[in-house]
């Protein structure tokens, strides 16, 4: 993505070189949640920090769909469904029965859960192309659900949600929402690199081979599904607390759309990747606000331009081996 | 494993594929399937590994019926198998590839890959060494962290066939493991086969090269348009003049028949 400038052919070899290197190295994610950590002493009006807790969010959501979308390669474009579980679960029993909020999680979590496997258990079994029809028909579904129903507030939705401790500065909100992102984003990147995480790609790459290693192509399915209605769910608890309110205006298509395409800028399958596109997502259009009346229509531009580029996406999934696990190769009982 | 395939029956819509074949794989047996292009047999070995669901007769394994259970039913009955036309997971790398053999046997909880528990690290390193362990076993030479696609073809067969042993099978179906690889290869393969059988494994063999089917064979079942036309030992078969026929058509030179059914080799 760097300027190739005149070096030609060996100056961008050793840009993308120096990328790999950077990109294959362990710091970049603790370099950002530093960088995290220290934006509110850069900046800390109330703009900015809206805007890093926004940001901060989108990356839990965008992590969550990864494992569905990029792990297991299932189309899903009613993401924002289980966000706005999240979001309604929470927020209901926050004000009408005046939990505390972080009582609600539990109850959270089986709710996104049962969503998980309502919308994942009879959907899973049709091919792919159906799958993404009938996830955007259970978005909808959802929010048309909250907008229709009274304890969800309807068209104006829930206000007076509380802080994750109670009413807390925006700034401890701000870290302990940087916390719980960081968090999601490393349970996301260990499960990816676990066993299930494997059979998870095994599906994605060819559902017959995998089916004839053992591994159920539903089952394995539905597990990343839920897995990702967790994800997605415990964002909309975050994203009800950080706007102490929730309305179904939040959870349209345009949301789980923006959320897949924070998925595939950043490169499918990618957890730095998707990270990156989140961020990216977030940040342009408010670098671009300058523009006024451009500022989408050129934030569409880029992103087209940046898909043209790098369709792989900006930070793309490579099969890594870590130099232990391709060294075992060597054996002592293999040399003797 | 005790394979047994009773009066199999499968169309496809009104063509029959399959029309009555009944074989059987005993113990640490090798058993070849052979006939010409189109003859059933890729759709045979389907049919035992759950992917067709056969239209009539009976698959038994150690006695018990399991036609119409799904693949990954049959693998957890211990069976595995290659595919005719290579189908590794081409972008994940040759270790991942062989550690799916292992998915089955292997446990682990997710609780422990999101703490990285001691216990992970031990399931991981177990997963790991069995995949170079068959890996070395089948002989791969090429680089063991990249991706399954970027290997030669034959290193790919072999790999899959790594997955498969990963599994640590009874049962072991190979669909043309000796297509489109060289002589030197082919020996290879005849080799592998026989130390696979050395494991204790039995082996279902679908093959062109009639000298590596007569080499390693106990049995020999020949289909042709669907049909079971011939079952016996290698050197019965080879000389069954409805054998002769099917490959050759009736009016073939002798030394045609030689060269197609491996006479050569003695
Ligand atoms: N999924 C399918 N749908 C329709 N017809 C099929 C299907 N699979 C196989 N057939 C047909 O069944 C017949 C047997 O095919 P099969 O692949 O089993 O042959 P084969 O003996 O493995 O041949 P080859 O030696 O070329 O691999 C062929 O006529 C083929 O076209
Ligand atoms: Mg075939």
Redesign the interface.
Known sequence: MSAPGTGGASGLDRVSGFARGLFDSRWPGPVLLLAALLGPFVNATPYALNLMTTTAISVMLAVGLNIVVGYCGLLDLGYAAFFAVGAYTSGVLATRFDWPLLATVPVVLVATVIAGIVIGGPTLRLRSDYLAIVTLGFGEIIRITANNLDVTGGPSGIHGIPGLFGGEDKVVFYYATVVIVALAVI?AA??G???????W??VR??E??????????YRVKLAAYIAGAVWGGLAGVLFGAHLSAVSPGSFRFLDSALILMAVVLGGMGSNPGVVLGAIVLAVLPEALRDLVDWQYFVFGVLLILVMLVRPQGLWPAR???TPQ??A??V?PE?RA | MNLEVADLRLSFGGLLAIDGLSFGVGENEIVSVIGPNGAGKTSAFNCVTGFYRPTAGRILLDGQDVSGRRPEQIAAMGVARTFQNLRLFGELSVLDNVRAGTHLWSRQRAIDALLHTPRFRRTENEVTDEAHRWLDFVGLRGDRAGPARALPYGEQRRVEIARALARRPSLLLLDEPAAGLNHSEKAEMTDLIRRIRELGISIALIEHDMGLVMEVSERVVVLNFGREIADGPPEQVRRDPQVIEAYLGRDAEDSEIAEIIGDGHG
């Open positions: 349970g260990r499960l690199r676990s066993r299930i995480g494997r059979a790609r095994f790459e060819d017959d081979a995998a089916a004839a290693m053992g591994v159920s192509p099969s890594r081996e696990d391709a075992r190769a054996r293999v």
